[in-house]
T-cell receptor, first 115, second 118 residues
Framework: SAVISQKPSRDICQRGTSLTIQCQVDSQVTMMFWYRQQPGQSLTLIATANQGSEATYESGFVIDKFPISRPNLTFSTLTVSNMSPEDSSIYLC????????????FGSGTQLSVL | AQKITQTQPGMFVQEKEAVTLDCTYDTSDPSYGLFWYKQPSSGEMIFLIYQGSYDQQNATEGRYSLNFQKARKSANLVISASQLGDSAMYFCAMRELGDGAGSYQLTFGKGTKLSVIP
């Protein structure tokens, strides 16, 4: 496995502001993803973070609301823009590590509360 | 139709006993992978075990084993010798491999909350 670090681990934000979440991996990564887990719910894929190009978004998620960067293989950021209370969720990055076949691992998560 | 169904919202197990968490799935893709994750109250998602649709043997990882019944489309997680630290939410998830190009989207079930009783 690997260490998948997310920052911040939690935050409380005001409506209308933006928060950028970082995901750093200490091993070689082939793919990176961002998921959202709304309170009491399961996980939903937001997008695939592509190195050096625009992320691939799932239905219901748009770049203006959730801009994503991945400047290199092991680092990615997710920004939650113009936040509203409905954005209160756990945001998790997920990675496929090189040489681990089909296994997908998750970061420690960011618990976001929007007031 | 739901792709992943976990019918047990909550389960209780006595410490040191074994427990089975149910998961059924629905796919027409012949090639897929099944995952189990543990989510403690801290929120992180911890990978437990993986089973590929073409794997001949049931997957095992320490105290975790996956009871894979392909014809029934079930992938139940068995935790042996439960410990207090096993108390958490458990999610079953599936990845459909499709044409092999590699969509890595995971579809998750709604989860089962396991409580281990001392």
């Amino acid at each position: 496995s690997a260490v998948i670090s997310q920052k911040p681990s939690r935050d409380i934000c005001q409506r209308g502001t933006s928060l950028t979440i970082q995901c750093q991996v200490d091993s070689q990564v082939t793919m990176m993803f961002w998921y959202r887990q709304q309170p009491g719910q399961s996980l939903t894929l937001i997008a695939t973070a592509n190195q050096g190009s625009e992320a691939t978004y799932e239905s219901g998620f748009v770049i203006d609301k959730f801009p994503i960067s991945r400047p290199n293989l092991t680092f990615s950021t997710l920004t939650v823009s113009n936040m509203s209370p409905e954005d209160s969720s756990i945001y998790l990055c997920s990675v496929k590590l090189q040489g681990t076949n089909e296994k997908l691992f998750f970061g420690s998560g960011t618990q976001l509360s929007v007031l | 139709a739901q792709k992943i169904t976990q019918t047990q919202p909550g389960m209780f197990v006595q410490e040191k006993e074994a427990v089975t968490l149910d998961c059924t799935y629905d796919t027409s893709d012949p090639s897929y992978g099944l995952f189990w994750y543990k989510q403690p109250s801290s929120g992180e998602m911890i990978f437990l075990i993986y089973q590929g649709s073409y794997d001949q043997q049931n997957a095992t990882e320490g105290r975790y084993s996956l009871n894979f019944q392909k014809a029934r489309k079930s992938a139940n997680l068995v935790i042996s010798a439960s410990q207090l630290g096993d108390s958490a939410m458990y999610f079953c998830a599936m990845r459909e491999l499709g044409d092999g190009a590699g969509s890595y989207q995971l579809t998750f079930g709604k989860g089962t909350k396991l409580s281990v009783i001392p």
